[in-house]
Structure formats: structure tokens, C-alpha cells
């Protein structure tokens, strides 16, 4: 085929370089595709003589979409040039196999993982030296990837590490001088490794391959050029090897390159004044040191685009220009405006600045939903912010549209990751109720038992095991779920039978096989065992046992499915580096999984709706859509933070020659600049995230002054409508106010055993009632209740009680030592660990004091005749016959009568809540005279106390002599009235009706909707 035969004849230039662009706002794949249709269709044959070069695998495949999209319907059939990763930015892309065939000569590349765990072994040797800080595998594991990040620097920027050795430590913050010394080491010995292991750094092959092409199609280095035509398109050649392959290959009669919109438009004054942070910096950079200063008069635009820049480019152009050439700002836009049209620049340009997070999520997830309203139309979000994409791929679920994020789901949050961290935090403890339980109720667990019979068998355990904890072991949880009247030292519940929500009933035969089932498993982690491969391998086996089915094995449900697949492959790539990895024990091994299977993303498999894509900036680079929704434009998001790495200063990269951290806010601008310039395109930020304000993009705020100079915000500017939008879109009609619940049930259904204490809970919360002893709902006790809040006063309780019953006469030497012994057989019986122990025991010995103070004046007075014990009185009022129960914690018998005593470890009463909110002791009283106790005869009333057993000066409430015989008249005179008030059908049982004597939170506020109604005032009032 001569020259003028040739499909690429009119591009070939013998004095410049085969350079070409495709600007911004244009499509990048369809242009090229539909070009190379157009020079090939006398023959298509040959064009599957054409390799193209593109930078990611995305990219890849949407130019295969491409052709499809413009090819001719009448034709046949076409053969599609190769089309193939180059790998500068695609990290996971396979090389193209020309490259791979130059490979031989190459040492093999390490795995991403052998990588990491060598490196993360080098940061423990170097904690154990002292270089840096001690730290555990889980923290050596983040620090090597840290670690990985500046070794990809040095060898895609071909940086060798002897730079480091001309770092002068003098000139630098002192604190730099032990990394320095640390990077060093590691620098030293991580060629050696590799050396030792005859294997090549991943980042090092992918360089040292593209450098092995350039040479082996490079004429000046000997190579041989290819015979067909080969095009390097969509890269900005950030990594050097490839910028080198790019200058080769546009200077081969048969080579071409085209960049990603590069700006023809800025005048040469504004071009030479960019910097780092600018969108052209990158592709300047490119011209300017990989092409020989070419002029970007020499780039020429790529056959089919548009030879005029759209009003949009210019606008664009001037809202990025360098900052240093903004002097003149205000010229260059009347300069525009003069000679194009803002109108037509901002046709199909729309800004959305949501107030929260959420509502940009929804904001976005509406404009998708709307598009595919038109038919054959298509939506892209561009974002790098990733809770963003998630937030919005849910919210698309409302409408039943599945989209897919290109960034996938982190392996650790899938159902099958997340139950494997379940698992292995069980496993470190088995008797914890709260991992033993979240385990069990993980969808993919069934422990070999059958699907319906799993539920209830859940239930079951879940009733059992809240509370306080069970004691240590798979004995603590038979003792637990055994029953039993005495199954917990310091039982909670209290003695009413109304009120007591356990049972002395033991769990059924399937609960107790599911615990041995469960033992059985729990005994495949070996605590002596020391070995990563073990605790791996045990691990790995519960897991699998624990997902089984009555009919199907674990390892088929736990390895099935999306992430399944994704966690055998990483799990089988763990067992295969475990000799890189330290001895552990098994909670080391635990805390460390996390972090061993960070990294590892789970994407979908092409599920998501066909016209809907989520992507991140760096794979949309490419892309095209009906729609392009720029989202997240926050400064710190979109771009992010110049941040530098964990090792190097700023002028420490700098004096090795290692790029700018301006250089990524400059990627990141060309990214938007590349999506800004779609036809149709929407900006969205959230001016809020989280309980912060945020700062909107950079790029946003020129733009947005630009419009605000020339009064066309508000045609862009779509905030509002949104807004409404989303307000239509959950708007539920008028709302209902609701009010408090007022339930009336029929007398006969009403309560007529009440405790005393229940009697307070009548004044102050007469539906907390209603609720436990009509509904018969009783609250479920929380899990691992904290001993110190759940069951303090009854540690308490029991000490005193004993001591009481031991010595009711005399009181012996050395109380303290008799009642810290007391407590130490106590703290045995109950299971209290060791830490609640030590923070008990700090106040113990100052209420040993006190009580044995208290004791020896009581018996001076009298002896103990009631020691926690239990008292009814019967009465009838009103025609209906009522009791009344109480336990006394002590009464003692004085010569003036008895004398009733209450302990209490929280607040006490005061005189005027005793005497109006908190009858407990004046009924009790009651009861005792009118002989409800079988311990003591019904006598006259001496006073009762509440007394605090715990606090410097043990404050007391105490009523003695007449005053405490009136308040118990009165109190059984209110007590009369309280019973017949609700003993009528139409007195409802109100929540919380009294303001000022409200409980701060009730067991059954939820219930009673309490929230909704008190906000709206309705809160009733005294009755």
C-alpha cells in the first residue's frame, strides 16, 4: 500500500510529530471510533491492523461500545482493531501481550499482597529496632501501604532511592531525621529482598515493561517500528515511561497520539504561567519535558471534531485560567462576552448546592431517575466521593434501579466480610453474648440447623442471655440458659411475679444442641497455637461450619456469590503469603484481620441498569452520556487536600524530584474540565456533611463568580427546584398531629396486686402501668448490662443483708475485713470482672465503715427483726379487694416501735418528693401494722429512712415518731383515692402526665409515642 493508499496518509507529518487532541465537551471514543470507520471502510479489513493503546480497562470497553454505537447498520460485519490497556493508571490491567512478549528478560513481579505483607514485616523489624514507633501487625499493615505508596512514587517518577542519601537532615525539622534514617533501611533492603527473591516490584515491572516496548519499537534505540498503525489515545502520560512511550510513538510515521482536551484556546501569556494545580499543568508538563518544548500550535485537532472551540471551552478556559494571569480577568471577560455567547455557553449547564449530603444524594439520584425517563438517553456521576456514590446507589433503589459504582464495595463490608470479622471477634470469645449473637443473626449463619427452625432458636438464646453476663464459657452459658431460680448471684429482675420477665424453665433441645453445635465449632481455634496459617485455617473452617445448612454446605454459601468469589480468591492469596507473616496470639490474629483484608474491592458484574454509570473521575476520563453529573464539588473532596505522604516533607520531594501534591489537584481539575465540557452537565455540592460546613469547590467558585458579574446565576442555578422536588417526592400530605395515648381498659382487666414501688410509677407514669400489667410487656433487659449501673445496689444489698442476719445482736470485731470477705465470695458467685472490681473497691471500704458504724448504733436501740423481707396487705375499696406487696431491705424492732430502713447506692428522696411522688416507705409502714410481715407482729410505727450507702457524708431522709405515723395515714388515704381513681373504666392511664414530676426517660416511652406528641405541647397536666 503506497502513501496515498494509506487509511492514515492525511495525518502523517514528516517534519512534526504525530500529535493530535480531542477537546473537552466532545465525545473522546465516539469521535475517534467514527473516524477510523470512516478511513477504513473501503476495506474494514484492515482495520483490525490498528492497535490503540488506552489507559484504562473501563476505557476499553466503552471504545468496543463505541464502534457498535457508530457503526454503519447495514454493514456485515467489522473487525475491531486491537484494543488494549496500557497500564499507567489501571494498576489491575493485564499488559497487552506485545508487551508481555518483551518480557522475558523481566524479573517476575511480586503480588499486591506478597508486597504488602513483605513490607509491613520490614516495619516490625524496624519497630523492634527502634526506628520507629512499637506497633502491632494491624498498624504495620497500614504503615506498609503507606509505604507502597511512596515506593510507586519513586519508581514511576524513575527516582532511585539513593536520592534519599543526598537529603541533608540539617535543613529539615529534626523530627525527619529518624524517618530518614528509617526510609534508609528500608530502601536498602527492599532491593536486596528482591534481589534475594529474583522478583521485580509490581510498579518497577509495569515501568520497566512499558520501557522495554518503547525500546523494542524505537528506531533510535534499534528497535524495530511496527508495521501497522498504532495510536496512543486518552493519556496525559503522568508517569514518565509512558510520556517517553507517547514522544516515540508520535514520532513513528505510523504512530499517533492524542491527548485529552488539551487547551488551544488560553493565549501564550496564561499558558506560560501554569502551575501545578492548574487542569493543562499535566499535558504542559507533557509538551514541555517529554516532547521537546513543542508548541501546541504543532497539536493538531483529531479528524471529525469541531475545528471552532463551543462557546463552553472558551467559558471554561477563562474560569480555569492560572491564577497568576488573573489580573486581567474582568478583559478577558469582556473579551468573551463580546465574542461569544454566555447564553449558549451555559445551555445545558446546571448547579445544584444542596443543604446536606443527603440531599445531593437525592438530588443526583432524581436527575438519573429523570433521564431515563426519555427514552435511549443516559446519566454518568462523575464523583470521587465515594459516600456520595453509595448514598445515591441506594437511593435509586427506591425506584427498583440498580446502578453499579465502579469503585465496588470494600471486601470487609459485604456480607461475606463481615461475617468473617463477626466470626473471628467470636471466636476470641464465645460466651460474649453480644458477638455470639451477631453472629447468629448474620443471614449467612445457620450452624447446620434448618432455615425455619433457626428463627426461634435465635429468639430463644437472645431472651436468655441479656442481662448481666453469663459467666465465663460455654459452662457460663448452660448455667444461663439451664434456668433456675438462682442462675444469676445478683438478679436484676425484681420479686414481683408481674415484673420478673426470666424463667425458671430451661432452653429446649434444639437451644442446647445449637450450643453444642456451637462449642463444637468455637474448639477449632487452638488458644496455644501461635501460627497466622492456623488461627487462618481455624478461622476459616468456623466460618464455613457456622454457614452450613440442615442440606447444603457452609463453604458453598459462604464462598457463593459476587463477594464470595472475591474473598476465596483473597483468602486463597493470604494462605499462600502466611510465612510472611509474624507469630500471633489469637486476639493479635483478631485485631489484625481487618486490616489484612482491607483493599480488597468487591465490584458488580454488570447487574446495574445499561444507562446509568457511577464513576470515578479518573475512569470517566473517557467517557460520554446524554447527562454528566459532576457531584461532590467540595474543596477537600473534588479536589482533595494537596496532601503530602507519611514520610516526605514538602521540600523533601521537592530536592529528590518526586512531583508536587498540587500535581493531583491538577489531575483532578483536567477531570472536571473533561466533564464540565458535556453538552449537558449538572454540578452538585452539599453545603454540609455531617454536622461541618463545607467549602465548595474551587472551580465552583469561579464559575460562580463569573455568573454572579454577569447576572446569569440564577439561570443555572436549579437549587430551588430540587429542593421542591425532594419535598414533593416524601411529602405525605397534611400530618396529623398525634396525641398522648389515653387507653381506658374495662375495670376487670385493671390491677389489683401492686408492689409499693409501682405505686410511685402509678403517680408519675400511670401508662408504664398499663403497660407491663394490662399489656403484660416487659421491657428485655439490655446485653453485658454494666454491673455498676444494673446491679450495684444489690451488691450492696446482700452484703448488708448477711452481715445483718450474721450478727442481729452483737456486732464483731473487724466488720470491714468480715464484710470485704463477703463481698470478695459475692464477686466470685456473680461473675464480676476484675476491672468493675477495682472501681468498686475504691468506695467499698468507706461504705464498710458506714454501715458498720450504722449497725452498732442500731443495736445499741434494738436488733434486726426484718432483713429483706417480703410483706402483703389485703384491703378492699370501693367493693373490690386489693394488695399491696413491698420488701423491706431492714426493720428494726426499738422500744418506741419499729423502725424501717431502705438503702440506696443513687439519689435519695427528698422530704417533699417522699412525701408526695415517692410513698415507698410510708406503705411499707402500712403493710407492717397491719401485720403483712411474718417476721414481725403488727406494731406501732417508730420512722423509716432512706439512708445513701454510698458518698462522703452518707446523707439520710428521715421521718420519725408522729410525722411518720401521719404520712402513713395519708399516704393510705391517698393511696385509697389513687386505687378508686383507677379502678373507674373512663380514667385512662395517661404517659407521664405531670410536667414538673416526669421521669427523664421511661421503659415505655416509645411505646406511648411520647416524642411525637410532647413536641407538639400536648403534654398534658396534673390530674
Known sequence: ???????????????????????????????????????????????????????????????????????????????????????????????????????????????????????????????????????GWDMALASADELAGLLDSFYAEDIAFEALQDLVPAQHAVHWDKTLSFLKVVTQIWPEYLEKQDAADPAAYR????????CAIDPVEGGQPPKHPIIIAGSTGSMPAVARLMRTVAGLPDGFVILPGLDLETDDQAWQQIEDP?????????????????????????????????????????????????????????????????????????????????????????????????????????????????????ILERW?????????????????????????????????????????????????????????????????????????????????????????????????????????????????????????????????DQSVEAFLTAHLQAAGQLAATEDEDGRQRLWSGTDGETGAAFMRSLYENTDLMPDLD????????????????????????????????????????????????????????????????????EAIGLPSPERRIGLAAHDFAQGAGSPSVLLTRAKQKGRAPTKPSRWLVRLKNILTATDTLNSVDRSAQYRAWDKALDAKGAARLCSSPRPCPPADSRPTVLPVTKIEKLLRDPYHIYALYILGLKKLESFDLDPDRAVRGRFYHSLFARFAGDYPETTPDHPESILENYAQDLFAKANVSEEVQVYWRARMQESFIWFAGFHADTLKRGKPIVIEGKGTYSFTDAGRDYTLTARADRIDQYGEGAFIYDYKTGRIPSEKQDAKFSPQLQLTGLILQNGGFAEAPADRIAGYAFLKVLGGNNDKTEVVDDQARENILMAEEKLRDLLSHYSDPSTPYRSQPRPFYRDDYGDYDHLARRPEWSAEGDEGGDE
Open 400 to 528: 427498583n434501579i440498580a446502578v453499579d459504582d465502579s469503585a465496588g464495595v470494600p471486601f470487609a463490608n459485604t456480607p461475606c466480610g463481615n461475617f468473617l470479622r463477626l466470626v473471628i471477634v467470636w471466636l476470641t470469645d464465645p460466651s460474649h453474648p453480644v458477638s455470639l449473637l451477631s453472629v447468629l443473626k448474620h443471614p449467612l449463619c445457620r450452624a447446620g440447623f434448618s432455615a425455619p427452625d433457626w428463627p426461634g432458636l435465635v429468639s430463644e438464646l437472645d431472651f436468655r442471655l441479656r442481662g448481666l453476663r453469663p459467666g465465663v464459657g460455654f459452662e457460663g452459658l448452660r448455667a444461663r440458659c439451664a434456668g433456675g431460680p438462682e442462675w444469676d448471684a445478683l438478679d436484676t429482675a425484681e420479686d414481683e411475679p408481674q415484673e420478673g420477665q426470666r424463667t425458671t424453665q430451661p432452653v429446649s433441645v434444639q437451644a442446647q444442641a445449637l450450643l453444642d453445635r456451637l462449642e463444637e465449632i468455637a474448639g477449632l481455634v487452638q488458644q496455644e
Open 586 to 653: 489469637l486476639e493479635q490474629y483478631a485485631d489484625a484481620f481487618p486490616a489484612m483484608i482491607a483493599g480488597a474491592p468487591v465490584r458488580g458484574k454488570g447487574r446495574g441498569h445499561p444507562r446509568l454509570q457511577i464513576l470515578g473521575p479518573l475512569e470517566a476520563r473517557l467517557q460520554h452520556a446524554d447527562l454528566v453529573i459532576l457531584g461532590g464539588l467540595n474543596e477537600g473532596t473534588w479536589p482533595d487536600e494537596a496532601r503530602t505522604d507519611s514520610f516526605l516533607s514538602r521540600p523533601m520531594r
Open 207 to 214: 515501568r520497566d515493561l512499558i520501557e522495554t516496548f518503547r
Open 1 to 135: 500500500m503506497n502513501v496515498r493508499q494509506h487509511p492514515f496518509s492525511d495525518l502523517q507529518c514528516t517534519d512534526t510529530l504525530n500529535l493530535f487532541t480531542i477537546p473537552s465537551g466532545q465525545p473522546f471514543l465516539g469521535t475517534l471510533a467514527r473516524d477510523l470507520l470512516q478511513r477504513y471502510a473501503p476495506d474494514p479489513s484492515g482495520l483490525s491492523d490498528v492497535t490503540i493503546y488506552l489507559p484504562t480497562r473501563r476505557a476499553v470497553r466503552g471504545l468496543m461500545d463505541a464502534f457498535l454505537a457508530v457503526c454503519p447498520p447495514d454493514n456485515k460485519s467489522v473487525l475491531l482493531p486491537l484494543i488494549r490497556t496500557l497500564g499507567d493508571l489501571d494498576e489491575e490491567a493485564v499488559p497487552p501481550a506485545q508487551m508481555l512478549a518483551l518480557a522475558d528478560g523481566l524479573p517476575k513481579p511480586l503480588s499486591t499482597i506478597t508486597r504488602r505483607l513483605s513490607l509491613a514485616q520490614f516495619v516490625m523489624k524496624a519497630a523492634q529496632n527502634g526506628q520507629v514507633a512499637r506497633a
Open 278 to 394: 492548574h487542569p493543562q499543568a499535566g499535558l504542559k508538563h507533557l509538551l514541555d519535558h517529554h516532547f521537546g518544548n513543542v508548541a501546541r500550535s504543532e497539536v493538531r485537532l483529531w479528524p471529525g471534531c469541531d475545528a471552532a472551540p463551543t462557546d463552553r471551552q472558551k467559558l471554561l478556559s477563562l474560569v480555569l485560567r492560572p491564577a497568576e494571569a488573573t489580573a486581567d480577568w474582568l478583559v478577558q471577560l469582556d473579551k468573551f462576552t463580546s465574542g461569544a455567547s454566555l447564553a449558549k455557553a451555559l445551555e445545558g449547564v446546571s448547579l445544584v448546592e444542596a443543604d446536606t449530603s443527603y440531599a445531593e444524594a437525592k438530588a443526583v439520584a432524581m436527575a438519573m431517575r429523570e433521564t431515563l425517563t426519555h427514552p435511549d438517553r443516559s446519566a454518568l456521576l462523575v464523583t470521587p466521593d465515594r459516600e456520595l456514590a453509595r448514598r445515591v446507589s441506594l
